[in-house]
DNA sequence: ACGCTGGCTTAGTCAATAGCTAGTCAGCTA
DNA sequence: TAGCTGACTAGCTATTGACTAAGCCAGCGT
């Protein structure tokens, strides 16, 4: 047990009290990537899955729940929609995570590690692995000098400071 | 854009459709920590609040909302709450992180991260910084041989696979 | 004992979400 | 042209989530 997993305030932040956290990030994001069903659509976008018939699939969601997700994140720029055809075959439509929607993926590999650790009796049925070397991947906070940091590490400042 | 941010799936999980991730880790997350509200009582608590009337004027939550946000993060093991007394005065509690719910920062400092980048126009408002050497932290996928590793670069397999 | 206040709880209301069912429409082939 | 199928859409229902307003109770000091 961390002996104070806070974050501290540092400069204009401090103290807490004196600002409102109505523009934060991490909220914002969290309006973007909207509940429970968004998550499971990006899993199996980042899990392989690219058209509507794998999605219904292997998420397990309703069509209409489905239609509604992708249609949010497209509008929203993580994804984008593409006509494809194999030849003698209809056109069809795939989706593709572009940049934003692959950026969002420490966020669903931190909620695994978490998940791994604290949610599951056994740690969990899949583990993320670095394809090159083959160790086991997780996600974790660093700084641009190189250091790993913990959260009882970490202050808050303002943008704006330096 | 990656040209192809998918994880590829390994060992016993490829092909993809051959498994069911019904007990997917970071689904079962967010069961534990459940909806915007439950990310919003986080993070005033890792900002440092520790009162159920700082929690309530913070998160700007209705009462009954934020009681059933404590409790829920309480009785699965995220918080404590402990009575404490000041000379003088009646009795309160406050709520203290566990581990456990130490360990759920990194979710929120990939939000934060992932927010501050592409659902806000200016980069967002407050920046987390490595207390010791200021340097600002994001998180980041490594892998345990201490590689910076991208989405694309991850590969899905079994937990009892090598 | 009374009054105050902090931390909830209760009951009702309204909004949001997801599912189901049926349907539409486009893009092909026979 | 008809039929098939893939990708949604529309409308309805049930459930869940959050809020408001009022209330309760415990823990103090006077």
Known sequence: MDANPAVTMSGRLDPRDNWEASACSAM???????GRTAFLVLRE?????????????R???????L????RELTDNGLLVREDYREPGQRTRQQYRLTEKGAD???VLAALMSWGDRWAQED?????????DCGAAVHAELRCDAGHTV??????LAAATER
Chains 1, 2 share one sequence.
């Open 28 to 34: 914002a994001a969290l309006e973007v990537v909207h």
């Open 67 to 70: 239609a509604a997700r992708l």
């Open 104 to 106: 969002f993926f420490p």
């Open 123 to 131: 740690g969990g049925f899949v583990k993320l692995r670095h394809r």
């Open 150 to 155: 913990a959260s009882g590490d970490l202050e």
């Open 45 to 57: 976008l980042f899990y392989g899955a690219e058209r509507f018939e794998q999605l219904v699939r």
């Open 59 to 65: 998420t397990r969601l309703s069509e209409p729940t």
